[in-house]
């Protein structure tokens, strides 16, 4: 018994063991993988029909996406995949824009006809549409398959100004807009000069408890930055102080009321004093100024040598 055990299969395979110590062994995971490659080899594993096409294009199609991906062509894609399954944005709808034009949002959108509603970055879209002009707020809604809503908020013309010989729209706050481009604003307030569009708010404000004076106003100037000059319809320059113009617009209409003074022919009224006001003649009104009294010297001159 004991000498059948010794010199079984045990015993050989000890043996073997021992003699092979020298010899390298592979790690576990390595052992697999030559286990599968030499299944693989001998056909003991089944491999389903058309693998080899299936796993070819798939080998193209990820190294097509990865291509696109680099070069920056996925959203052009994306596009036009969606778009020829019945995404296309065919219609835009547009609310209000009052002053901007329906042909400038589609162009800055890009819209062409083959845009895919569900490739349509709404947020960049919104952007866009931002920095028109008279753009102060714009919402851009997806409503599927095809249709697009665009709802606007424009700003608000409150003047003109002009600064050099430039004429630009401005708001309550001073902002610019836009250039003048048309007489469609010809009835807004006309500033002008430097810092003239930041102050004219704050000015005409002041002058909202003298509406007789406000609605003969054709052009607000702003001198040095610092105080106004008022250019009437006819022709008449108001010039106002730095302070207390509510005292000086008063002593204005004292004399309007009184004595009619914007209705004679002179050229200015100087309110800059508190203790007097100063009134410039027109030249004609000053050519006769200078005859009545030449006449009256002479008057004076012929009586006293009589």
């Known amino acids: 018994m004991i000498g059948k055990r010794a010199g079984g299969p045990r015993s050989r395979n000890r043996e073997a063991y021992v003699g092979g110590e020298d010899r390298r062994v ?7 993988v030559v286990r599968f490659c030499v299944s693989l080899a001998t056909g003991r594993i089944h491999i389903p029909a058309h693998t080899g096409t299936v796993a070819t294009f798939a080998f193209l199609g990820a190294t097509g996406l990865y291509g696109m991906s680099v070069g920056g062509h996925g959203q052009s894609v994306a596009q036009a995949l969606t778009a020829s399954a ?48 008279w753009v102060e707020y714009a919402e851009v809604r997806k409503v599927y398959p095809r249709t697009i809503e665009v709802t606007l908020k424009e700003r608000q013309a409150f003047g003109i100004w002009q ?18 481009r048309d007489s469609k604003f010809a009835s807004l307030p006309l500033f002008v000069g430097r810092d003239a569009e930041q102050a004219a708010a704050s000015f005409e404000e002041e002058l909202a408890g ?23 319809d006819n022709g008449i320059v108001l010039k106002l102080p730095e302070s207390n113009i509510h005292k000086a617009l008063a002593v204005l209409s004292r004399l309007e009321a009184e004595q009619g003074v914007l209705e004679r022919d002179i050229a ?3 309110l800059r004093l508190d203790d007097r006001t100063t009134v410039q003649l027109t030249a004609s009104a000053d ?7 030449d006449a009256r010297t002479k008057a004076l001159k012929k009586a006293g040598q009589s």
Do not use: C, M
């Open 287 to 293: 050519e006769r100024r200078k005859q009545a009294l």
């Open 210 to 232: 003298w509406p007789e004076i406000r609605q003969r106003v054709r052009a607000y100037v702003r001198v040095a930055g610092r105080r106004w000059d008022l250019h009437l």
């Open 268 to 270: 200015a009224v100087d």
């Open 86 to 133: 019945g995404f296309a944005i065919e219609d835009v709808r547009v609310s209000g824009n009052n002053e901007t034009s329906e042909i400038d949002i589609l162009q800055l959108l890009g819209l062409d006809g083959t845009t895919s509603l569900l490739a349509l970055d709404v947020e960049a879209a919104r952007r866009k549409l931002s920095e028109l002009p």
């Open 163 to 180: 600064h050099g010989s430039e004429l630009s729209l401005i708001e309550r706050n001073g902002s610019v807009i836009a250039p003048l």
């Open 26 to 32: 592979l790690p576990r995971p390595l052992r697999r």
